[in-house]
């Protein structure tokens, strides 16, 4: 069975600095998707950023970037410019290649502060 | 349309009532999900329908019942549930089984059973 760990139950960032997530995984398969969801107080968890696991290239979106490691099966979160706004929970997910879209894994979650 | 509208957004019940959560898109999405999350922990699967069809059930107790009545609705019924069971209960959809492309959730029904 596939599991998600976030080691790191609570950070803080200062804003307009950065700030990294940890997220470690656990998988047999060779061909996946990692996410990092975003659950503000408002309860809807948001995509924020998805990694295939056949690129070897780091996806990116804007302020957010992901460092993935393979071989290590580490998948960490980046924040660059942090902002008020992001302060919220963050979920590391996994998915199977081939599974059904919303049958995704969830890592216990971070809970990211940012201080004015 | 890149919505998953849940009602109600809150809910108080009584262990002997007998409600129903809805959710709704209009994304064309043959998927569609409902996640249990308890307080401080992270949201798990309970039931995934497929095409209309019930194609994953996590061992769920049969207090909670889904139902799928077309490609854009999803509703659970709720029967004797006990006080554990309060949660907040997240409804996603997506367009269907493989690809690269991601499940929209819906900002869930927060659930107190009293």
């Known amino acids: 069975a596939q599991t998600v760990t976030q080691s790191q139950p609570e950070m803080s960032v200062q804003e307009a600095e950065t700030v990294t997530l940890s997220c470690t995984y656990d998988?047999?398969?060779?061909?996946?998707?990692l996410f990092w969801y975003k659950q503000p107080p408002s309860r809807q968890m948001i995509l924020v950023i998805r990694?295939?696991?056949?690129?070897?290239q780091n996806a990116t979106e804007n302020r957010f970037s992901v460092n993935f490691q393979k071989a290590a099966k580490s998948f960490s979160l980046k924040i660059s410019d942090s902002q008020l706004g992001d302060a919220a929970m963050y979920f590391c997910a996994y998915r199977n290649y081939g599974g059904s879209q919303g049958n995704l894994i969830f890592g216990k979650g971070t809970k990211l502060s940012v201080k004015p | 349309d890149t919505e998953v509208t849940q009602t109600p957004k809150h809910l108080v019940m009584g262990m002997t009532n007998k409600k129903s959560l809805k959710c709704e898109q209009h994304?064309?999405?043959?998927?569609m999900y409902w996640y249990k999350q308890k307080a401080k922990k992270p949201p798990e699967l309970m039931f995934v329908y497929s095409y209309e069809k019930l194609s994953i059930n996590e061992s769920v107790p049969s207090r909670f019942s889904p139902e799928c009545p077309n490609s854009s609705l999803l509703n659970l019924h709720l029967h004797a549930l006990q006080p554990e069971d309060s949660a907040l209960y997240l409804c996603?959809?997506?367009?269907?089984?493989?690809?690269?492309?991601?499940?929209?959730f819906g900002q869930g029904t927060r659930l107190t059973v009293v």
């Open positions: 990694q295939e696991a056949y690129k070897q």
């Open positions: 996603a959809s997506s367009p269907g089984r493989g690809g690269v492309t991601d499940a929209f």
């Open positions: 998988t047999s398969e060779s061909d996946y998707y």
């Open positions: 994304m064309g999405h043959r998927a």
